[in-house]
């Protein structure tokens, strides 16, 4: 078990999240730029408006479920760490181990990342300096597949993250302000996003189109496999084309609507953890995804179907500003998603560290990571993350098209770049499905294994509802791996990769950990 500085007062977490702060990290950090997004790709996916909304219902209640679900966990157990420590007392250290190693080598890294260039790359729209292609350092190529390289675009989303964590080795105060700030300013933007769309925005071309037909399927894409004995479907296919597209169009609303988990791995700095934690949940899932879904319902009542299938660049919230204010709704989305994003990478800044913390205390990091500064956060665990994510973002992919040919730029001729951390976030995807469905099963273990440990708080629904959310998750993850093979199974690689970084952490890490406390 971890020591979180017990022996020491003054090194001790600070409690200071209390409950209105700990649902701001849990809608912050859901909150980015994905709900701007996202509704292109399921909309081309699925073809019909009907089931594009029932898709974020979906979510919606798989969300919430599973928020419900880890709100016993955290209240049980109410430790920095949240999930890693969940997995480590379910089953093992080596299990928590492998998520808390996934979590920073991609998803929370990745994430941020991917964040941090958003931002940037919104940015851009109000200062065109700030562009993917106005080079500090130009491509260096690597080998055929990759680069490495330095923007305007690329430096100012490195900036953001410096600036984030440095921000967040000031203390709570600081960050929960940020948090706070920023996560008010994104709810009211998407509220007058939806509010705009549905009340401003509908029109009787838009609504004949989409709701007239609201469950006939057209244009759909077709799904295929990279298994050869996996036949290629679409939702026009009869019901397992509609569910297998169902499924996929998934990975876009539940990874829109993903990172609630962060907040319990802050719990040791919420205020009445066991009661504050799943509240706190329920309250930031349950009011997000009732606001994207108010969203989509404004992009519905705004353009039809397939100008939302066909947004430039899949930039639907963009499409919608542009129908209702002209050429200004670019300007005025840019600024909504810089603010989004901003608020969203702090979240992940602040939260993601602490996991990094809780596995040094337990031997299975870098010693110096379980370490608090004079401010009482893990200072060193938020740099580590901080510089592994600036890391992440300036390798490139060079794009090339199905022959095998590099993708040059239309206006300059120029080889076309993608971002490592792209693919890297595609990867995990199936992997981070597989993680929250283990977590949930880990409640029905330590209702069995220790049944008499104080729960505060019982799941509500249980054993239904978090039955139901595992056997959703697992279905998706099926789907995936039979229809998105090329991007999943790199995912369990890099999970497995795990393993024998675990038994290296095992024998040498404990070494270096026994060494550091004598130093202390």
């Not at 204010?325 to 560290?353: D, E, K, R």
């Amino acid at each position: 078990m971890q020591d979180s500085g017990k022996s020491d007062p003054g090194h001790r977490f600070v409690r200071g999240l209390g409950l209105w702060d700990a649902t701001m990290v849990v809608a912050g950090s859901m909150i980015g730029s994905g709900i701007f997004i996202v509704s292109a790709d399921m909309s081309r996916t699925l073809g019909a408006a009907g089931w594009l909304l029932l898709a974020w219902v979906a979510t919606g209640v798989l969300t919430v479920v599973g928020a419900l679900s880890y709100g016993e966990l955290a209240a049980m157990m109410p430790e920095a760490g949240g999930q890693y420590v969940f997995l480590r007392e379910a089953y093992s250290p080596f299990w928590g181990f492998l998520y808390g190693w996934t979590l920073f080598l991609v998803i929370q890294s990745g994430t941020i990342a991917a964040v941090a260039v958003a931002f940037a790359r919104y940015l851009g729209v109000l200062v065109p300096a700030i562009s993917p292609t106005a080079w500090i350092v130009p491509p260096i190529d690597l080998s055929p597949g990759y680069a490495i390289s330095l923007s305007t675009q690329q430096a100012v989303g490195i900036a953001l993250v410096v600036c984030l964590t440095w921000t967040n080795t000031r203390g709570l105060e600081l960050g929960k302000w940020l948090q706070n700030t920023f996560t008010a300013t994104k709810v009211a933007t998407l509220l007058a996003l939806a509010g705009i769309a549905i009340l401003v925005g509908s029109n009787r071309e838009a609504i004949q189109a989409n709701f007239a037909h609201p469950w006939q399927a057209v244009n759909a894409a077709t799904i295929g496999s990279d298994l050869a004995f996996v036949a290629t479907t679409s939702a026009t296919a009869g019901l397992f084309g509609l569910l297998v597209a169902f499924a996929v169009a998934q990975v876009g609303s539940l990874f829109s609507a993903d990172a609630w988990n962060n907040v319990t791995f802050t719990a040791a700095e919420v205020k009445e953890p066991r009661r504050t934690l799943p509240l706190a949940l329920l309250l930031g899932t349950g009011s997000v995804v009732v606001l994207y879904l108010l969203v989509n319902v404004g992009y519905l009542l705004t353009l039809p179907l397939a100008e939302i299938q066909s947004a430039p660049d899949d930039r639907v919230a963009t499409a919608v500003l542009a129908r209702i204010f002209g050429s200004g709704g670019a300007a005025i989305m840019a600024v909504a998603i810089v603010v989004s994003t901003f608020g969203c990478n702090n979240g992940l800044i602040l939260a993601g560290a602490r996991v990094t913390y809780a596995m040094a205390r337990d031997g299975l990091f870098l010693p110096a990571a379980g370490i608090l500064n004079r401010h009482r956060v893990p200072g060193i665990a938020l740099w580590l993350q901080g510089v592994w994510t600036s890391l992440l973002i300036l390798p490139r992919t060079r794009l090339r098209d199905a022959s095998g040919a590099l993708l040059l730029d239309p206006a300059t001729g120029q080889p076309r770049y993608g971002n490592v951390y792209s693919n890297l976030l595609d990867y995990v995807i199936f992997s981070v499905l597989l993680f929250y469905a283990l977590t949930i099963v880990a409640l029905f273990v330590l209702r069995r294994t220790r049944p008499h440990t104080p729960r505060p708080y019982r799941a509500f629904g249980y054993p239904l509802l978090p039955g139901l959310y595992v056997l959703a998750a697992t279905a998706i993850a099926v789907a995936l791996l039979l229809y998105k093979t090329q991007t999943t199974w790199p995912g369990l690689a890099i999970v497995l990769s795990g393993a024998p970084a675990y038994f290296l952490w095992r024998r040498f890490g404990s070494r270096a950990t026994t060494a550091e406390t004598l130093r202390r």
